[in-house]
């Protein structure tokens, strides 16, 4: 079988921008007499745009970013896509907008209307429609970075859509368009999902072409064996944990598959395991797993597994990496194969994702027979068919057997679930959780964060002292930050943001004051005094300037649009410009200002929280003789 990976939908409809929609809004707002769009070399990936008036005034505009044929751009040598956006959740109705129509909408609102008696020159052409700036612009603001962590990740990343509005989770206008089981969990449920395999975007609609079970499902979820046996929460986990698999050095395909997977070698991230669905000790409390010596030796990841690291399977079973056991100590067939990754079998009482058992039985069916089984989504065997090929194949009708405590260990009194299920490694490893910061770490090890939560419960507590450390003492930026001990690195920085918007913040005697003042030090004056945009009845003649050291933690860009706003205002108050072209550069001026003290002062501004010297992170893993009140650090944060 195959699946429909087609996403033309991107370059489509930015390429109805480049040749239908943006030429004609140039004709709508600007005397146009030509305009033409020539790639720029055989890759594609750019194109130069080349504007004529009327009289003759021509511009071009090179190196215009283009979408490949998936919808990817090359920004800085990296992909990114642009996602669609749907108005709102009745998708059968809503209308979408991708890369192209974003993006029109974007110069649109930019876009002044010229009037007749305005004399054009390269200049002013440029001036009043920077489109190569624009575009760049927009994509920096809308653009997504591609997920590249395995081939499911970036195929269903093109397949992505946002909503821009949602009242409801689920309507019935998403059935067939949009994968019920591909979305986020949390608070953003429901406001992000696939396209279904099924479906595409087709003339700003998302239309379903074919209403076979199957095709109602995105790319991630057709990847799942035996779904229909898992409860639909687990079903979620399944398929957003596939896109977190780390690739393995030398793909193994699943025993177990769907008929929906690619040919494509980098697609299988995961090992064929043996396993047990049985208690085994403290390693197998809650999530955890344990694995084997020669099991975690034979999985060919870039890196070693440890205790700590995270694997999944196809059916919303995730656990850390408790043990890592020799052989001899893992549980034992009867034949005296020793099991290569146990999984504590209540947990799937508690969780409702039988399918991995049923994997698993089937897992062993396949590898009597020496090739992969096909089981589509929809259409797993019932329960008599898989006693009839289990005997058929010379296993226990029951799929169940005895299993042995060690190599030569007693048998366990009652038979456990056993046979082969596809786990995969996924990226949340050990090693990059461990984190430690100590005042003489570069600044990468910059500690761990505690905020704005942390804080409040220190407040609650009456902890005030240790919030005052917290905060101040023992905040990372504190080595950056000289003279009044009672002036924290998070005041400080408040304090900046608030003067370079004309406004001082004072602490003194314990008693903080706040009043208006002008910008210390350089400022940019404006052309114009203009309403202050927090505080609308009073003016603003001047803002603070952003200075070259500040641009790691201070709105940077958003202050050179400002001052780029600034001069073209004053440019044309001090020649002979026709008003309304001044207060459409006013307007402009306006919006820049909003933008830049919206980017001064954002929300987490003055959400309390500071990254810790002398803290640690790390994994939770039960540890090897330890009581389960004792907790046990890694080394290198002990030392």
């Known amino acids: ?5 087609n996403t033309n939908w991107h370059r489509a409809s930015y ?4 040749s239908g929609s943006l030429p004609e809004l140039l004709a709508e707002r600007m005397p146009l007499a030509s305009y033409v769009v020539a790639d720029d070399g055989p890759a594609g990936d750019t194109c130069t745009v080349t504007v004529e008036l009327a009289g003759g005034v021509k511009t071009r505009y090179p190196s215009i970013p283009r979408p490949d044929e998936k919808g990817l751009f090359t920004i800085g040598g ?3 896509v642009v996602v669609p956006l749907a108005e709102h959740e009745d998708l059968d109705r809503a209308e979408i907008a991708c890369v192209g129509e974003q993006l029109y909408t974007y110069i649109r609102e930019r876009l002044g209307q010229a009037s007749n008696g305005l004399s054009w020159d390269e200049e002013i052409l440029r001036a009043w ?5 624009w575009v760049n612009e927009f994509l920096q603001s809308a653009a997504m970075p591609l997920d590249t962590t395995n081939w499911l990740s970036r195929h269903t990343h093109l397949r992505r859509i946002l909503l821009r509005h949602r009242e409801k989770v689920i309507t019935s206008g998403q059935l067939g368009r949009v994968c019920p089981f591909e979305t986020p969990e949390g608070p953003i449920i429901g406001a992000a999902f696939t396209v279904a395999v099924g479906a595409e975007i087709r ?3 998302l239309v379903a072409l074919n209403d076979d079970p199957e095709a109602t499902l995105g ?7 035996f779904l229909e046996n898992n409860d639909p929460n687990r079903l979620l986990m399944a398929a957003n944990m596939l896109r977190q698999g780390i690739p393995t050095l030398q793909p193994e395909p699943a025993w177990v598959q769907t008929g929906f997977e690619p040919d494509a070698p980098d697609f299988w991230c995961g090992h064929n395991l043996l396993t047990a669905f049985v208690s085994w000790g403290p390693g197998t409390s809650e999530d955890g797993i344990i694995i084997s010596e020669s099991a975690s030796r034979r999985m060919n990841y870039p890196t070693p597994v440890e205790p700590g690291d995270k694997f999944s399977n196809r059916h919303g079973s995730k656990g850390v990496v408790s043990y890592i056991l020799p052989d001899d100590e893992m549980p034992h067939l009867p034949d005296g194969a020793p099991v290569e990754l146990v999984y504590n079998f209540p947990g799937l009482r508690t969780r409702m994702h039988l399918g991995q058992v049923r994997e698993a039985v089937m897992g062993r069916i396949a590898r009597q027979a020496g090739a992969p089984v096909v089981v589509p989504p929809f259409h797993a065997p019932k329960p008599e068919e898989l006693r009839q090929r289990l005997v058929a194949a010379g296993l226990p009708a ?3 057997e005895t299993l042995a405590r060690g190599r030569n260990g007693l048998s366990l009194e009652l038979p456990s679930a056993v046979g082969w299920v596809y786990w995969t490694r996924l990226y949340h490893l050990a090693k990059d959780k461990l984190k430690l910061a100590l005042a003489e770490l570069p600044d990468e090890y910059s500690g761990q964060r505690l905020g704005q939560m942390e804080c409040a419960a220190l407040m609650e507590l009456g902890a005030t002292a240790t919030l005052h450390e917290t905060l101040n003492a023992r905040a990372a930026r504190r080595l950056q930050v000289a003279g009044d001990p009672d002036r924290s690195p998070m005041f400080r920085d408040l304090q900046q943001r608030l003067r370079i918007a004309g406004i001082r913040a004072e602490l003194q005697g314990g008693r903080l004051s706040f009043r208006f003042a002008p910008p210390e030090g350089e400022a940019l004056r404006l052309a114009r005094p203009q309403p202050h945009p927090w505080l609308s009845e009073r003016t603003l003649e001047a803002v603070g300037v952003v200075t ?3 641009r790691a933690v201070l709105p940077g860009d958003e202050f050179d649009h400002l001052a780029e706003a600034n001069g073209k205002l004053a440019g044309m108050l001090s020649s002979r410009v026709p008003e309304r072209l001044v207060r459409e550069a006013e307007t402009r001026l306006q919006a820049a200002l909003q933008a830049f003290f919206t980017a001064l002062l954002p929300p987490e501004i003055l959400r309390l929280g500071e990254k810790q010297l002398f803290s640690g992170r790390t994994a939770l893993a039960p540890g090897a003789g330890l009581r389960t009140d004792q907790v046990g650090l890694p080394e290198e944060v002990c030392w």
Do not use: E, T
Request: charged share 30%; no cysteine.
């Open 398 to 400: 029951d799929g169940m």
């Open 1 to 5: 079988m195959s699946i429909n990976l």
């Open 548 to 550: 070259d050291p500040d």
């Open 219 to 225: 790319l991630s979820a057709s990847m799942l064996p």
């Open 15 to 18: 390429d109805q921008f480049l």
């Open 129 to 133: 429609l920077p489109l190569d700036r």
């Open 78 to 80: 990296k992909p990114y």
């Open 203 to 205: 003339d700003r609609r």
